[in-house]
C-alpha cells in the first residue's frame, strides 16, 4: 500500500511540473481551440459544409407522388352501376441508378465544401500562430531596447562622473595662476639699482613650471570637453531608442488587436506568451505530403462530382417509369341485375416518360465532362503552385534556423566584447567609440536573433499549412 500511494503522489507532483513547464507553451494551442470555436469566418464555412450535406438525402429521395381526383357533376352510366369520381395515385421512379447518381454528385459536393472549410481552419491557426510569433517577438523587442536603455544609462553616469572629474585632476587639484612682484622703494644709487632689479623681474619670463602649469589647464579643458561630447552623444542614442521603443508598444498594440479579432473576442484583451520560446529544429515534411493540402482534395472531390454529374445526365436521358392505381367510385343503378352493379372499382396503372428532347441531357453531360478536365487542370495548377511554395519555405525555414545560431553566436561575442570595454572605459581612457560602436552592434545582433527566432517559427506553421497539417 504504501508503494502504491509513493507512486500516485510522483505521478501528481510529475504531471503538475509537466504541466507548469509547458503552460506557457501550450497557451498558442489553447488559443488555436478557442479561434475554432469563435471566429465567425471559420464557423460560416461550417455551416456551408452542414448545408451542403442536407442537399444529399434530397438528391436521393424520389419524386413526390401524385393524385389526382376527380367527380361527375351527372353521375355516369356504366355497366356496373353510376360512376361519381375517381382517385389516382401515381408514383414516377427514375432510371435505374438516376438517384445513386444523383446522391453521389451531391455528397461530392458537400466534400468540396468540407475540405474549403478544413482550408479555412488550417489558414486559421496558420494566421493564430504567426500572430501569436510576432506579439512575442515584439514584447521580447520591447524587453531588449529597454535593457539597452539602462545600460547607456549606466554608461552616461560614468561618463558624467569623468566630465566632473577628468584623469589627472583630483578634488584638491587647482589651476596655477602666475603673480608680479611689486617694485620696492629706495634711495640713492641703491634706488636705482633697485629700480633696475624691479625692472628686471617684471621682464623675466614665466618659470617652467608656470608653462607646465599652464599646459596642465589646457588638457584639462580638453578632457572635460571631450567627456561632455561623450554625454551628449549617449543622450542622443537614449533618446533614439526611446522612441523606438514607443513605435514597438503601437506596433504591438495592433498586433495584438489583430489576434484578438481572428479569436472574436475584444481587442483589449490582453495577450500571454512565454517569457522565452526555445528554438526548434522541425522535422520537414516530404513534398508527398502536398497530396494533404485541402485544396488539392477539394479538386479531386470536384471531379469526381463532376463524373457523378455526367452518369446522372445519362441516366436522365431514359424513360421514367410510373406505378400507380386508379380507384373509381360506383353507386347502384336501380334496374341493373348486373352482378358487379355497385361495385367499385381498381385498375393497377403504369406510366413512363418520352425522352424525345434529349439534346439537354447530351449538353449535360458533355458540361460535366468540361468540368472534369476543368477540375484535372486546376489540380495540376494547384500542385504547381504550391510545390514552389513548399521548397521557398523549406529554404526560407533552413535560412532562418543559420541565422538563428550564426545571431545567436555573435550575440554571445558581442555581449562579451561589451562587458570588457565597458569595464575598460569605467577605469581607464578607454576608447568611447568602440564601447558605443559594440554597445549598437550587440542590439542589433540580438533583435536580428529574435527575428531569426520568430522568422523560423513562422515560416513552420507556413510550411504546415502547405501541407494541409
Do not use: C
Not at 444529399?56 to 361527375?72: E, K, N, R, S
Request: aromatic residues 8%; without cysteine; glycine residues 6%.
Amino acid at each position: 500500500m504504501k508503494i502504491d500511494k509513493l507512486k500516485l503522489w510522483t505521478s501528481i507532483l510529475l504531471f503538475l511540473l509537466v504541466a507548469g513547464n509547458s503552460f506557457a507553451q501550450d497557451s498558442l494551442y489553447f488559443y488555436m481551440e478557442m479561434a475554432g470555436k469563435n471566429n465567425p469566418g471559420l464557423q460560416a464555412k461550417y455551416l456551408e459544409y452542414s448545408a451542403a450535406l442536407q442537399k444529399t438525402p434530397q438528391a436521393g429521395a424520389l419524386p413526390d407522388p401524385t393524385v389526382q381526383m376527380g367527380f361527375f357533376l351527372q353521375p355516369m352510366e356504366l355497366i356496373g352501376g353510376n360512376q361519381l369520381g375517381s382517385v389516382q395515385l401515381m408514383q414516377m421512379f427514375p432510371w435505374f441508378g438516376s438517384l445513386k447518381a444523383a446522391k453521389d454528385e451531391a455528397s461530392q459536393m458537400a466534400a468540396m465544401k468540407f475540405e474549403e472549410a478544413r482550408d479555412a481552419r488550417n489558414l486559421l491557426y496558420s494566421e493564430v500562430k504567426s500572430a501569436w510569433y510576432r506579439i512575442y517577438q515584439k514584447k521580447q523587442e520591447r524587453i531588449i531596447l529597454t535593457d539597452n536603455i539602462t545600460l547607456l544609462q549606466s554608461l552616461e553616469k560614468i561618463s558624467m562622473t569623468k566630465y566632473t572629474y577628468p584623469k589627472g585632476v583630483g578634488a584638491s587639484a587647482s589651476i596655477p595662476s602666475i603673480s608680479v612682484s611689486a617694485p620696492s622703494t629706495v634711495s640713492g644709487s641703491g634706488g636705482m639699482g633697485g629700480m633696475q632689479n624691479g625692472s628686471s623681474n617684471q621682464s623675466a619670463p614665466p618659470s617652467s613650471a608656470g608653462m607646465n602649469s599652464m599646459g596642465g589647464g589646457n588638457s584639462t579643458m580638453n578632457s572635460k570637453g571631450s567627456g561632455m561630447v561623450d554625454v551628449l552623444r549617449i543622450q542622443m542614442e537614449i533618446a533614439e531608442l526611446d522612441n523606438r521603443l514607443k513605435l514597438t508598444n503601437d506596433l504591438l498594440r495592433i498586433e495584438e488587436v489583430r489576434f484578438n479579432s481572428l479569436l472574436n473576442r475584444p481587442s483589449e484583451t490582453s495577450v500571454s506568451v512565454p517569457e522565452e520560446l526555445s528554438a526548434i529544429i522541425p522535422v520537414l515534411p516530404e513534398i508527398d505530403s502536398l497530396k494533404n493540402n485541402p485544396m488539392l482534395r477539394m479538386k479531386l472531390a470536384e471531379k469526381a462530382a463532376g463524373e457523378a454529374q455526367r452518369l446522372m445526365a445519362r441516366k436522365m436521358g431514359k424513360p421514367m417509369i410510373g406505378i400507380g392505381v386508379n380507384y373509381m367510385l360506383i353507386e347502384k343503378r336501380a334496374g341493373n341485375p348486373s352482378m358487379m352493379n355497385g361495385n367499385d372499382m381498381v385498375m393497377p396503372m403504369v406510366s413512363f416518360t418520352l425522352p424525345f428532347f434529349s439534346k439537354k441531357y447530351k449538353a449535360m453531360a458533355h458540361e460535366a465532362t468540361f468540368k472534369m478536365e476543368a477540375s484535372d487542370k486546376s489540380y495540376e495548377n494547384i500542385q504547381n503552385k504550391l510545390m514552389f511554395s513548399f521548397l521557398e519555405k523549406v529554404q526560407q525555414l533552413n535560412d532562418a534556423n543559420r541565422r538563428l545560431v550564426l545571431y545567436h553566436h555573435q550575440s554571445a561575442l558581442a555581449q562579451t566584447s561589451v562587458d570588457l570595454l565597458t569595464n575598460s572605459f569605467s577605469t581607464s581612457n578607454a576608447d568611447f567609440e568602440e564601447v558605443l560602436r559594440m554597445q549598437t552592434q550587440l542590439l542589433e545582433y540580438r533583435l536580428k536573433e529574435l527575428n531569426a527566432l520568430t522568422d523560423s517559427r513562422i515560416f513552420n506553421a507556413e510550411l504546415e499549412y502547405i501541407v494541409g497539417n
